[in-house]
């Protein structure tokens, strides 16, 4: 069983250089995942002198681990965003996770990034009778203010999305969809450096400090200047700027490839290769693999650390009570990543005291992620096509937290047991 994520035998991260930019760059981006690699290319078009820098390899974090599932849903439905800043306000931001999908798929024609790209939907199956409930409001919300093509389906009529006893119904997608992560980043990766992006991985960014024309990195390679900066480092940032440590946290996510099976075996499990998400507490989302010739799941399996061989018996458990069938299938894979949540529980874009960010996307970032990037490059430039209905929103902080997540166990044995007794 490897314990790296399955798309790297497709497209495993690389390193991109060493050498340090002569001079002083006009945007400095710290992090290479969608988020920098999609600043950089559009930074780069816009004849900037672009450096982004990466600890690891491009992609290697949550870019290239992720389910590779393009979705629009944002955590606090439309439902929860009018509440909270009206119709005009929550429905301007909902727009915005809207044009996210569009944009990842003009970005991916336009760059010619073959990543197995397939917006065939999504369904999001109900575990519990008030699931089916909820997502019916909030579905019912969504169509009184906004044209988006999706349909509630009742408990009999789900199975063409999944072959999985038990659901009571749930909301089908037809408009978003999945890709391969790896390939999809490798591919942001060659198109930023055709760009003219200089791409320095690994290389460790270690200290930022401002100065009156921009701003300092430090590394172990020696100091890089730059007139402008962005933060994208999502779930991988550390203690690198303090206003972003205290206010976005690390969340641990697992996944699992069953070994090789038959496509006809895939293909009657997932009917029209839609993507899956259920609704508990602890969510599992699954998928086949672009190929149809696996499985893949994700969730969250261990409330502590655990090995990963510990985390593979405890997913490759929920995949066979979601398909019973597939219980004599060997798992192949499982690796895990972070994503990364705010206190809001939205994506989050911005700037502090002269630093731009881009980040926050709390498990649903593949299409985001690269449509932020591009927006926070905007707003670098000073365009007004930067401008997003997110601008403004506060990110907060909590007197609790300072960069180590110690309330993330407590937080999921409650979802746990809210899952246990279905409240």
């Known amino acids: 069983m490897k314990t790296d994520p399955f798309w790297w035998d497709a497209a495993r991260p690389e390193p991109t250089g060493t050498v340090l930019p002569d001079g002083v760059s006009d945007v400095l981006i710290i992090g290479g995942g969608y988020t920098g690699l999609s600043a950089a290319l559009t930074l780069a078009k816009k004849g900037q002198k672009v450096t982004v820098l990466d600890a690891e390899m491009p992609g290697y974090g949550a870019s290239g681990r992720n389910g590779g599932m ?57 575990v519990l009778e008030k699931h089916y409930r909820r997502m019916s409001h909030d579905f019912e919300v969504r169509q009184k203010y906004l044209d988006i093509p999706e349909e509630m389906v009742g408990a009999n009529d789900y199975g063409e999305d999944v072959d999985s006893a038990g659901y009571k119904g749930g909301l089908r997608q037809h408009h978003t969809g999945g890709l391969h992560p790896a390939k999809y980043v490798t591919g942001l990766t060659n198109a930023a450096m055709r760009a003219g992006a200089q791409i320095i991985a690994p290389l460790r960014a270690e200290e930022v400090t401002k100065k009156p024309t921009g701003f300092a990195v430090r590394t172990a390679r ?15 940032g550390g203690g690198l700027l303090p206003y972003i440590q205290k206010r976005v946290f690390p969340v641990g996510s697992t996944m699992i490839a069953t070994e090789e099976l038959s496509e006809n075996l895939v293909a009657s499990l997932f009917p029209t290769k839609r993507m899956i998400t259920d609704t508990r507490k602890m969510l ?12 893949l799941l994700g969730a969250r399996p261990t409330i502590f650390p655990a090995t990963p061989e510990v985390q593979a018996r405890s997913l490759k458990k929920a995949l066979d009570q979601i398909f019973p069938a597939l219980r004599s299938t060997a798992v192949s894979h499982v690796w895990s990543g972070n994503v990364a949540y705010d206190f809001a529980a939205m994506p989050t874009i911005g700037e502090h005291e002269g630093i731009f960010y881009a980040m926050g996307y709390c498990g649903s970032g593949v299409a985001m992620s690269g449509y932020f990037g591009h927006k926070a490059a905007l707003k670098i430039l000073g365009d007004p096509d930067g401008e997003t209905a997110f601008d403004g929103l506060p990110l907060e902080d909590r007197f609790y937290y300072n960069g180590r997540p110690w309330f993330l166990p407590v937080a999921m044995m409650g979802y746990r047991v809210r899952d246990y007794f279905g409240f």
Request: charged residues 25%; hydrophobic residues 40%.
């Open 70 to 126: 393009i979705g629009n849903l944002l955590k606090p439905g439309l439902s929860g965003l009018i509440n909270s800043y009206g119709a005009e306000k929550g429905c301007a931001i909902y727009k915005e996770a809207l044009a996210s999908v569009d944009f990842i798929a003009e970005r991916i024609n336009e760059e010619g990034i073959d990543c197995d790209l397939a917006l065939t939907g999504r369904f999001y199956p109900a």
């Open 222 to 236: 020696g100091e890089l200047a730059a007139r402008a900066l962005l933060i994208a480092t999502n779930g991988y």
């Open 284 to 295: 599992s989302y699954y998928r086949p693999s672009p190929d149809g010739r696996r499985v």
